[in-house]
T-cell receptor, first 114, second 113 residues
Framework: DVKVTQSSRYLVKRTGEKVFLECVQD?????MFWYRQDPGLGLRLIYF???????EKGDIPEGYSVSREKKERFSLILESASTNQTSMYLC?????????????FGSGTRLTVV | GQQLNQSPQSMFIQEGEDVSMNCTSS?????WLWYKQDPGEGPVLLIA?????ELTSNGRLTAQFGITRKDSFLNISASIPSDVGIYFC?????????????FGKGTKLSVKP
Protein backbone atom coordinates (compact mmCIF):
# COMPACT_ATOMS: atom_id res chain seq x y z
CA ASP A 1 0.00 0.00 0.00
CA VAL A 2 1.48 3.35 -1.04
CA LYS A 3 2.14 5.69 1.79
CA VAL A 4 3.06 9.11 3.04
CA THR A 5 4.50 8.72 6.52
CA GLN A 6 4.83 11.55 9.01
CA SER A 7 7.31 10.77 11.75
CA SER A 8 5.20 11.90 14.73
CA ARG A 9 1.45 11.88 15.36
CA TYR A 10 1.70 14.20 18.37
CA LEU A 11 4.40 16.66 19.42
CA VAL A 12 4.65 19.09 22.31
CA LYS A 13 7.38 21.71 22.06
CA ARG A 14 8.35 24.80 24.00
CA THR A 15 8.24 28.34 22.65
CA GLY A 16 11.53 29.21 20.94
CA GLU A 17 12.53 25.61 20.20
CA LYS A 18 13.61 24.57 16.73
CA VAL A 19 11.17 21.94 15.51
CA PHE A 20 11.59 19.43 12.68
CA LEU A 21 8.58 17.68 11.12
CA GLU A 22 9.59 14.83 8.86
CA CYS A 23 7.68 13.34 5.95
CA VAL A 24 8.62 10.35 3.79
CA GLN A 25 6.79 8.97 0.75
CA ASP A 26 7.39 5.61 -0.92
CA UNK A 27 5.66 6.33 -4.24
CA UNK A 28 8.57 7.98 -6.11
CA UNK A 29 6.47 11.16 -6.39
CA UNK A 30 8.09 14.33 -7.68
CA UNK A 31 5.90 16.77 -5.76
CA MET A 32 5.64 17.17 -2.03
CA PHE A 33 3.64 19.65 0.06
CA TRP A 34 3.25 20.88 3.62
CA TYR A 35 -0.10 22.19 4.85
CA ARG A 36 -1.39 23.33 8.18
CA GLN A 37 -5.01 22.76 9.16
CA ASP A 38 -6.88 24.91 11.64
CA PRO A 39 -10.62 24.83 12.48
CA GLY A 40 -12.60 27.05 10.13
CA LEU A 41 -9.56 27.86 7.98
CA GLY A 42 -9.28 24.63 6.01
CA LEU A 43 -5.94 23.54 4.54
CA ARG A 44 -3.37 26.26 4.06
CA LEU A 45 -0.26 25.64 1.96
CA ILE A 46 3.01 26.43 3.69
CA TYR A 47 5.67 25.22 1.24
CA PHE A 48 5.94 22.83 -1.68
CA UNK A 49 8.63 21.19 -3.75
CA UNK A 50 8.59 19.87 -7.32
CA UNK A 51 12.03 18.30 -7.20
CA UNK A 52 14.99 17.51 -5.00
CA UNK A 53 16.64 20.63 -3.56
CA UNK A 54 13.82 22.72 -4.98
CA UNK A 55 11.30 24.59 -2.81
CA GLU A 56 8.61 27.19 -3.32
CA LYS A 57 6.66 29.30 -0.85
CA GLY A 58 3.00 28.61 -0.44
CA ASP A 59 0.38 30.92 1.03
CA ILE A 60 1.70 31.11 4.61
CA PRO A 61 5.48 30.50 4.65
CA GLU A 62 6.36 32.99 7.40
CA GLY A 63 8.06 31.32 10.36
CA TYR A 64 8.74 28.10 8.43
CA SER A 65 11.43 26.68 6.19
CA VAL A 66 11.77 23.35 4.37
CA SER A 67 14.43 20.94 3.20
CA ARG A 68 14.33 18.38 0.41
CA GLU A 69 17.69 16.64 0.13
CA LYS A 70 16.24 13.35 -1.17
CA LYS A 71 13.26 12.75 -3.45
CA GLU A 72 11.34 10.75 -0.85
CA ARG A 73 11.82 13.09 2.12
CA PHE A 74 10.44 16.58 2.75
CA SER A 75 11.10 18.23 6.09
CA LEU A 76 9.29 21.22 7.60
CA ILE A 77 11.31 23.33 10.02
CA LEU A 78 9.98 25.77 12.57
CA GLU A 79 13.06 27.89 13.28
CA SER A 80 11.72 29.26 16.57
CA ALA A 81 8.38 27.76 17.53
CA SER A 82 5.64 30.09 18.70
CA THR A 83 2.25 29.38 20.25
CA ASN A 84 0.45 30.53 17.09
CA GLN A 85 2.09 27.62 15.27
CA THR A 86 0.07 25.15 17.35
CA SER A 87 -1.81 23.28 14.64
CA MET A 88 -2.31 20.07 12.69
CA TYR A 89 0.38 19.72 10.02
CA LEU A 90 -0.27 17.58 6.95
CA CYS A 91 2.28 16.39 4.41
CA UNK A 92 1.19 15.32 0.92
CA UNK A 93 2.75 14.10 -2.30
CA UNK A 94 1.70 13.77 -5.94
CA UNK A 95 3.19 12.41 -9.14
CA UNK A 96 4.26 14.50 -12.11
CA UNK A 97 3.27 18.09 -12.52
CA UNK A 98 0.14 19.45 -10.96
CA UNK A 99 -2.47 17.73 -8.85
CA UNK A 100 -4.28 16.04 -11.73
CA UNK A 101 -4.59 12.72 -9.90
CA UNK A 102 -4.91 14.26 -6.48
CA UNK A 103 -2.54 14.29 -3.55
CA UNK A 104 -1.80 11.46 -1.13
CA PHE A 105 -1.78 12.78 2.43
CA GLY A 106 -0.03 11.57 5.54
CA SER A 107 -1.92 11.05 8.81
CA GLY A 108 -0.82 14.39 10.17
CA THR A 109 1.24 15.68 13.09
CA ARG A 110 -0.62 17.54 15.80
CA LEU A 111 1.87 20.06 17.16
CA THR A 112 1.30 21.92 20.42
CA VAL A 113 3.66 24.78 21.30
CA VAL A 114 3.58 25.74 24.98
CA GLY B 1 -6.62 34.51 -6.13
CA GLN B 2 -8.86 31.57 -6.96
CA GLN B 3 -11.16 30.43 -4.16
CA LEU B 4 -13.55 27.56 -3.61
CA ASN B 5 -16.68 28.27 -1.56
CA GLN B 6 -17.80 25.06 0.09
CA SER B 7 -21.19 24.73 1.77
CA PRO B 8 -22.56 23.97 4.17
CA GLN B 9 -19.74 24.50 6.67
CA SER B 10 -21.21 21.85 8.92
CA MET B 11 -24.22 19.60 9.13
CA PHE B 12 -25.73 16.98 11.36
CA ILE B 13 -26.83 13.68 9.93
CA GLN B 14 -29.20 11.05 11.16
CA GLU B 15 -28.55 7.51 10.08
CA GLY B 16 -30.33 6.75 6.82
CA GLU B 17 -30.57 10.35 5.65
CA ASP B 18 -29.24 11.56 2.30
CA VAL B 19 -26.61 14.32 2.46
CA SER B 20 -25.70 16.95 -0.12
CA MET B 21 -22.85 19.43 -0.22
CA ASN B 22 -21.38 21.63 -2.91
CA CYS B 23 -18.42 23.68 -3.95
CA THR B 24 -18.59 26.79 -6.11
CA SER B 25 -16.16 29.24 -7.59
CA SER B 26 -16.06 32.24 -9.89
CA UNK B 27 -13.20 30.52 -11.77
CA UNK B 28 -13.33 27.68 -14.28
CA UNK B 29 -11.57 24.40 -13.49
CA UNK B 30 -10.96 21.25 -15.50
CA UNK B 31 -10.49 18.87 -12.57
CA TRP B 32 -12.59 18.48 -9.42
CA LEU B 33 -11.74 16.15 -6.55
CA TRP B 34 -13.52 15.20 -3.32
CA TYR B 35 -11.67 14.11 -0.17
CA LYS B 36 -12.80 12.80 3.21
CA GLN B 37 -10.88 13.29 6.43
CA ASP B 38 -11.66 11.01 9.35
CA PRO B 39 -11.02 12.47 12.81
CA GLY B 40 -7.29 12.45 13.58
CA GLU B 41 -6.29 11.31 10.09
CA GLY B 42 -5.22 12.88 6.80
CA PRO B 43 -7.66 13.44 3.91
CA VAL B 44 -8.29 10.51 1.58
CA LEU B 45 -9.34 10.86 -2.06
CA LEU B 46 -12.93 9.72 -2.68
CA ILE B 47 -13.78 10.75 -6.23
CA ALA B 48 -12.02 12.51 -9.12
CA UNK B 49 -13.90 14.26 -11.96
CA UNK B 50 -12.31 15.34 -15.23
CA UNK B 51 -15.12 16.32 -17.60
CA UNK B 52 -17.88 18.93 -17.38
CA UNK B 53 -21.19 17.22 -16.66
CA GLU B 54 -19.49 14.02 -15.50
CA LEU B 55 -21.33 12.07 -12.80
CA THR B 56 -19.25 9.50 -10.88
CA SER B 57 -20.19 7.15 -8.06
CA ASN B 58 -18.17 5.41 -5.39
CA GLY B 59 -20.50 3.19 -3.37
CA ARG B 60 -23.06 5.44 -1.67
CA LEU B 61 -21.20 8.56 -2.80
CA THR B 62 -22.02 10.37 -6.04
CA ALA B 63 -20.21 13.45 -7.28
CA GLN B 64 -20.88 15.69 -10.27
CA PHE B 65 -18.68 18.06 -12.23
CA GLY B 66 -20.88 21.09 -12.91
CA ILE B 67 -21.67 21.90 -16.52
CA THR B 68 -20.34 25.46 -16.13
CA ARG B 69 -17.03 24.00 -14.80
CA LYS B 70 -17.36 26.40 -11.85
CA ASP B 71 -18.91 24.00 -9.36
CA SER B 72 -19.16 20.45 -8.12
CA PHE B 73 -21.56 18.53 -5.90
CA LEU B 74 -21.22 15.53 -3.59
CA ASN B 75 -24.15 13.43 -2.42
CA ILE B 76 -24.10 10.69 0.19
CA SER B 77 -27.09 8.37 0.19
CA ALA B 78 -28.41 6.53 3.24
CA SER B 79 -25.79 7.92 5.62
CA ILE B 80 -24.22 5.72 8.28
CA PRO B 81 -22.28 6.73 11.43
CA SER B 82 -18.88 6.15 9.79
CA ASP B 83 -19.70 8.90 7.27
CA VAL B 84 -18.82 11.50 9.93
CA GLY B 85 -15.73 13.53 9.19
CA ILE B 86 -14.70 16.52 7.11
CA TYR B 87 -15.30 16.51 3.36
CA PHE B 88 -13.09 18.72 1.19
CA CYS B 89 -13.53 19.70 -2.41
CA UNK B 90 -10.43 20.50 -4.45
CA UNK B 91 -10.00 21.85 -7.96
CA UNK B 92 -7.27 22.31 -10.52
CA UNK B 93 -6.67 24.03 -13.79
CA UNK B 94 -4.29 21.72 -15.57
CA UNK B 95 -3.09 23.18 -18.84
CA UNK B 96 0.43 21.95 -19.33
CA UNK B 97 1.92 24.22 -16.71
CA UNK B 98 2.35 23.39 -13.07
CA UNK B 99 -0.64 24.02 -10.88
CA UNK B 100 -1.42 23.13 -7.30
CA UNK B 101 -4.77 21.94 -6.04
CA UNK B 102 -7.02 24.58 -4.49
CA PHE B 103 -9.04 23.32 -1.51
CA GLY B 104 -12.38 24.35 -0.09
CA LYS B 105 -12.58 24.94 3.67
CA GLY B 106 -14.49 21.70 4.21
CA THR B 107 -17.92 20.48 5.28
CA LYS B 108 -17.97 18.85 8.70
CA LEU B 109 -20.45 16.00 9.08
CA SER B 110 -21.49 15.07 12.60
CA VAL B 111 -24.11 12.68 13.97
CA LYS B 112 -27.33 14.25 15.28
CA PRO B 113 -27.45 14.02 19.05
Amino acid sequence: DVKVTQSSRYLVKRTGEKVFLECVQDMDHENMFWYRQDPGLGLRLIYFSYDVKMKEKGDIPEGYSVSREKKERFSLILESASTNQTSMYLCASSPGRGGLYGYTFGSGTRLTVV
Amino acid sequence: GQQLNQSPQSMFIQEGEDVSMNCTSSSIFNTWLWYKQDPGEGPVLLIALYKAGELTSNGRLTAQFGITRKDSFLNISASIPSDVGIYFCAALNYGGSQGNLIFGKGTKLSVKP
